[in-house]
Each structure stands twice: as structure tokens, then as C-alpha cells.
């Protein structure tokens, strides 16, 4: 090995996606030399195969939903068909654009800090490139992000099964769709494809539905869901390939067996971490292999490694690894004295229709929830949406927000709202004085709100007190 061989500098990050991104872009703000190694650079899993061609897939299916739905409002329609390699054609585009955007800001990083290679660790503060370079750092950030999972029995469906990291490569829909698992990601493309005309059958092990803690929300969105899908819960899955279809046979609560065209595997993400040679940088790890590290500060015990995104494992959202990466960057600069960061309140959305909301703590861990039953709220009723429930939790005895599940029409936007409210740390009674402009949906927080302010010896507020225009 030559000296030319040997690079140096106070941080190197291993990973260029959300997380990895924020850490050499923190890192460097904090005035650390920095070098950032990936194998690809090919974008960012939000733009390439996540959030973006995801939601473009459903925008169409509710376009398509919507025509169908028309008749709601009188408003007939006749003739209507999907061309499906338009479509297809406006998924990818969009995904595309998306991803050239991401791939410009990276080619915006100075030169010499980009190494486009595989990294493994030889010590707790040295690399080895699969081109042949070696790397010393003052401290290292972990950022390689996820996979889908893909077991064995799936994998031998060969091309009949689908993840979403070949779905939006499809030219046409098929007929029936089998889709295996209900997080957000089967929930989601699994709604998508029934909005499109796809009949289409979702299994899963769990007996609950992306984890939605509430059970009277998980009973409204179950409902939303068997709607337009044939849904199996709590039952376990044997896939087969029967010469150009897929055989799925379950049992569990419901047994049975049917053939599909087409096989979507959504049942979790593993973090990336089988190249990395983890053993030689030192590090704990949990019982699933995750190096052990303090989400206050992204440090791996007393290490220089810090780690940060989905690889992490802890809360796999955009927004998080975004966190993850600056919280990372910044104390990789600052070895060995990291700063300790208060986390976001959790919060994540599921963008199915209606959305599915989950902030903060549960029932579990409050004493006081209050409950709005979206079936008879005002603005959903005027737009043939109401559908849906909505739980607050607070803590006693004055009742501050800690919580929310929600499966309602606008429950992205009321989520917005609610994360905000909790993070400020605001009781029921505070929100509750606040204007609620009428009709909207945001008027459906009024019943729940008042219920948490009667569980508490503060008066909910004169204007609020004697109720709101019918159905709000």
C-alpha cells in the first residue's frame, strides 16, 4: 500500500442516502474534514423506490377512485378506462425527476469527498474500499440504510414477486394482486392497487394493522380496508409458483388458498450492515445485529462510530433519518464530547385513504383519551368522506397531550397540528381555546379535546363549552 493509498480526515460516513447526506453535510458545518463513501450514489431510497413513486402510484389510484366514487354526487360517469403504460409512464418520470434532483445536490459536495466505493471496517476508526484505498478517521458514521426483507419461500416466486424496489417497474396491473404483510408499505401500494381496479387480497401474521395502537381506530380502519380488499389477519402464508401464477395458501383465523398474477412481499426492511465487517470496529450490538448506540446522541457506546438512518433501526422514516444523520454529523465532528439532542416526538404517517396517523405515547402510558367517530363529522359528511376515528392522550391530572392515533379524512394535516401541539407540551384546555373555522375536519378534534378537558380540573373554555354546529 502506498501513501496515495491511504486517506484521512475527521469523519468519514459510510452511506449517501437521507441519513449520510446529513452527517457529511453536519460534519462539515461543525468544520471537520469529511469523506463520504457509497458504492452507487444512485439517489436516495425516499426518491428511488420509497416515498415519491409511492405516492405517485397513489395519487393516480385516487384519481381513478374518485371517478368512481362520482356517482356519490350525482355526477355520472361512463366509459372510463386506465391506460396503463401512461401511468406507468408518469410513475417512473416523476420518480425520475426526483431522483436527477437528488443526484445533482450530491454532485454538489467539494471535491474529494465523494468516494465511490464498498466500505468494511478494520478497526474502530479505519476502513478498507473495495478499491483497493484504506481510510483513517478521527470518527466514523454508519449510514447504509435498509433492504427489504425477502424470505426464502418468496424469493423462489422468481419474477411473480414483487417489493417495492421493483413495483414501480411494472408496465401494466395485474389482475389479482396477493399482497403479504400490513405496515405501511403493504397497506399503502395494497389500497393503491385496489383503487385501481386490481383485485387484490392482504395477508398478515399480526392481528393488527400497521400497529395502530387504538382499537377503535384499528376497527374503522379495518373496515376502510375490508372495503376494498380481501383482508386476512392473523394468518400464515405458503406461497408457490403454479407455471405463471402464484399459489398462496393461509391458515391461522381464516384458511384458504388462492392464485394471483402477481406476489408483493412487504413484510419489514432489514438494516445493511453484512458488508461492513462489524466485528472489527468493536461494537455491542442487540440481539438482531444493530450496533447499540443512544438516540440522544447517535454514538455506538464509547466508540468513534456513531450511526444514523434506517440502518439504525429504530423509527425508519425520512424526517428521522434526517434527524439521525445531523444529530451524527455533528458529534462525529465533535469526538470524543457529543452534545445530547432531544428527539422529536414520534410521528408517522400511512398514506392510505383515509391516512393513518401515529404520534407520541399511547393509552397505555396516560391516564385520560378522548374519542371523535369520523362517521358523522360534518365537513367528511359534505365530501362523502366520513370515515374514520380519531384518540387523543394526555397525562393527568391537566390534561397535556401526549399522544394520538388517527385513521380519519385529513389526518395528515390534523397530525401536523397534533405533533406540534404535543411537542409544545399544551393541555387539552390550551388547544381547545384555540379558533376552529367552521365547517372543516379539524372540528372533529373538538369532541375528543372535550372529552380529555372533563377528565381534568381545568374548565374547558366559555366558547367552547356548549357544543358545536351539528356533525362538527
Given at each position: 500500500m502506498t501513501d496515495k493509498d491511504m486517506l484521512t480526515c475527521d469523519v468519514a460516513v459510510i452511506g449517501a442516502g437521507t441519513a449520510g447526506l446529513a452527517a457529511e453535510r453536519a460534519a462539515r458545518k461543525n468544520g471537520a474534514s469529511t469523506l463520504l463513501i457509497d458504492p452507487a450514489y444512485a439517489g436516495t431510497t425516499c426518491a428511488t423506490v420509497g416515498c415519491m413513486p409511492s405516492k405517485l402510484l397513489i395519487a393516480a389510484a385516487k384519481a381513478r377512485h374518485a371517478v368512481a366514487r362520482a356517482d356519490t354526487f350525482?355526477?355520472?360517469?361512463?366509459?372510463?378506462?386506465?391506460?396503463?403504460?401512461?401511468?406507468?409512464?408518469?410513475?417512473?418520470?416523476?420518480?425520475?425527476?426526483?431522483?436527477?434532483?437528488?443526484?445533482?445536490?450530491?454532485?454538489?459536495?467539494?471535491?474529494?469527498?465523494?468516494?465511490?466505493?464498498?466500505?468494511?471496517?478494520?478497526?474502530?476508526?479505519?476502513?478498507?474500499?473495495?478499491?483497493?484505498?484504506?481510510?483513517?478517521?478521527?470518527?466514523?458514521?454508519?449510514?447504509?440504510?435498509?433492504?427489504?426483507?425477502?424470505?426464502?419461500?418468496?424469493?423462489?416466486?422468481?419474477?411473480?414477486?414483487?417489493?417495492?424496489?421493483?413495483?414501480?417497474?411494472?408496465?401494466?396491473?395485474?389482475?389479482?394482486?396477493?399482497?403479504?404483510?400490513?405496515?405501511?408499505?403493504?397497506?399503502?401500494?395494497?389500497?393503491?392497487?385496489?383503487?385501481?381496479?386490481?383485485?387484490?387480497?392482504?395477508?398478515?401474521?399480526?392481528?393488527?394493522?400497521?400497529?395502530?395502537?387504538?382499537?377503535?381506530?384499528?376497527?374503522?380502519?379495518?373496515?376502510?380496508?375490508?372495503?376494498?380488499?380481501?383482508?386476512?389477519?392473523?394468518?400464515?402464508?405458503?406461497?408457490?409458483?403454479?407455471?405463471?401464477?402464484?399459489?398462496?395458501?393461509?391458515?391461522?383465523?381464516?384458511?384458504?388458498?388462492?392464485?394471483?398474477?402477481?406476489?408483493?412481499?412487504?413484510?419489514?426492511?432489514?438494516?445493511?450492515?453484512?458488508?461492513?465487517?462489524?466485528?472489527?470496529?468493536?461494537?455491542?450490538?442487540?440481539?438482531?445485529?444493530?450496533?447499540?448506540?443512544?438516540?440522544?446522541?447517535?454514538?455506538?457506546?464509547?466508540?468513534?462510530?456513531?450511526?444514523?438512518?434506517?440502518?439504525?433501526?429504530?423509527?425508519?422514516?425520512?424526517h428521522e433519518a434526517s434527524h439521525d444523520g445531523a444529530i451524527a454529523g455533528r458529534n462525529a465532528a465533535a469526538c470524543p464530547a457529543p452534545v445530547r439532542t432531544e428527539r422529536h416526538v414520534p410521528f408517522s404517517i400511512i398514506f392510505t385513504e383515509p391516512p393513518i396517523v401515529s404520534i407520541g405515547k399511547a393509552e397505555a402510558d396516560g391516564a385520560v383519551s378522548g374519542h371523535t367517530d369520523y362517521g358523522d363529522q360534518g365537513r367528511a359528511r359534505v365530501e362523502a368522506r366520513n370515515q374514520g376515528a380519531l384518540t387523543l392522550y394526555a397525562a393527568a391530572p391537566d390534561g397535556v397531550l401526549i399522544g394520538a392515533d388517527i385513521a380519519a379524512p385529513g389526518a395528515e394535516h390534523l397530525g401536523h397540528l397534533l405533533a406540534w401541539v404535543i411537542e409544545q407540551g399544551m393541555t387539552a384546555t390550551e388547544v381547545l381555546a384555540f379558533p376552529f373555522y367552521h365547517p372543516t375536519l379539524e372540528e372533529g378534534l373538538k369532541a375528543a379535546l372535550r372529552t380529555v378537558c372533563a377528565a381534568t380540573p381545568i374548565a374547558i373554555p366559555e366558547d367552547q363549552d356548549s357544543g358545536s354546529p351539528a356533525g362538527a
Amino acid at each position: 500500500m502506498t501513501d496515495k493509498d491511504m486517506l484521512t480526515c475527521d469523519v468519514a460516513v459510510i452511506g449517501a442516502g437521507t441519513a449520510g447526506l446529513a452527517a457529511e453535510r453536519a460534519a462539515r458545518k461543525n468544520g471537520a474534514s469529511t469523506l463520504l463513501i457509497d458504492p452507487a450514489y444512485a439517489g436516495t431510497t425516499c426518491a428511488t423506490v420509497g416515498c415519491m413513486p409511492s405516492k405517485l402510484l397513489i395519487a393516480a389510484a385516487k384519481a381513478r377512485h374518485a371517478v368512481a366514487r362520482a356517482d356519490t354526487f350525482g355526477i355520472r360517469t361512463e366509459g372510463v378506462t386506465i391506460d396503463e403504460t401512461a401511468l406507468f409512464e408518469r410513475v417512473r418520470a416523476e420518480r425520475d425527476r426526483f431522483v436527477r434532483l437528488t443526484r445533482e445536490s450530491i454532485e454538489d459536495i467539494p471535491d474529494g469527498i465523494r468516494i465511490e466505493a464498498m466500505a468494511r471496517f478494520t478497526g474502530p476508526d479505519s476502513l478498507e474500499l473495495d478499491n483497493g484505498q484504506r481510510v483513517k478517521a478521527r470518527a466514523i458514521v454508519i449510514a447504509t440504510g435498509s433492504r427489504p426483507v425477502m424470505p426464502d419461500a418468496f424469493a423462489a416466486l422468481g419474477d411473480l414477486a414483487l417489493t417495492n424496489e421493483n413495483v414501480f417497474e411494472l408496465d401494466k396491473l395485474p389482475r389479482r394482486l396477493a399482497v403479504v404483510g400490513s405496515g405501511a408499505i403493504g397497506l399503502e401500494l395494497a389500497q393503491a392497487f385496489a383503487h385501481l381496479g386490481v383485485e387484490v387480497s392482504l395477508f398478515d401474521k399480526a392481528d393488527t394493522m400497521a400497529k395502530i395502537r387504538c382499537p377503535r381506530v384499528h376497527a374503522a380502519m379495518k373496515d376502510i380496508i375490508a372495503a376494498d380488499i380481501d383482508l386476512h389477519l392473523g394468518v400464515d402464508v405458503t406461497p408457490s409458483r403454479q407455471g405463471d401464477e402464484v399459489e398462496v395458501t393461509w391458515e391461522g383465523a381464516t384458511s384458504g388458498s388462492a392464485r394471483f398474477d402477481k406476489l408483493l412481499v412487504a413484510v419489514g426492511r432489514r438494516p445493511v450492515l453484512d458488508t461492513l465487517d462489524l466485528a472489527k470496529a468493536g461494537l455491542e450490538c442487540d440481539d438482531k445485529g444493530v450496533p447499540c448506540h443512544d438516540r440522544a446522541t447517535m454514538r455506538c457506546g464509547e466508540s468513534p462510530v456513531f450511526i444514523a438512518g434506517d440502518v439504525a433501526a429504530d423509527i425508519p422514516l425520512l424526517h428521522e433519518a434526517s434527524h439521525d444523520g445531523a444529530i451524527a454529523g455533528r458529534n462525529a465532528a465533535a469526538c470524543p464530547a457529543p452534545v445530547r439532542t432531544e428527539r422529536h416526538v414520534p410521528f408517522s404517517i400511512i398514506f392510505t385513504e383515509p391516512p393513518i396517523v401515529s404520534i407520541g405515547k399511547a393509552e397505555a402510558d396516560g391516564a385520560v383519551s378522548g374519542h371523535t367517530d369520523y362517521g358523522d363529522q360534518g365537513r367528511a359528511r359534505v365530501e362523502a368522506r366520513n370515515q374514520g376515528a380519531l384518540t387523543l392522550y394526555a397525562a393527568a391530572p391537566d390534561g397535556v397531550l401526549i399522544g394520538a392515533d388517527i385513521a380519519a379524512p385529513g389526518a395528515e394535516h390534523l397530525g401536523h397540528l397534533l405533533a406540534w401541539v404535543i411537542e409544545q407540551g399544551m393541555t387539552a384546555t390550551e388547544v381547545l381555546a384555540f379558533p376552529f373555522y367552521h365547517p372543516t375536519l379539524e372540528e372533529g378534534l373538538k369532541a375528543a379535546l372535550r372529552t380529555v378537558c372533563a377528565a381534568t380540573p381545568i374548565a374547558i373554555p366559555e366558547d367552547q363549552d356548549s357544543g358545536s354546529p351539528a356533525g362538527a
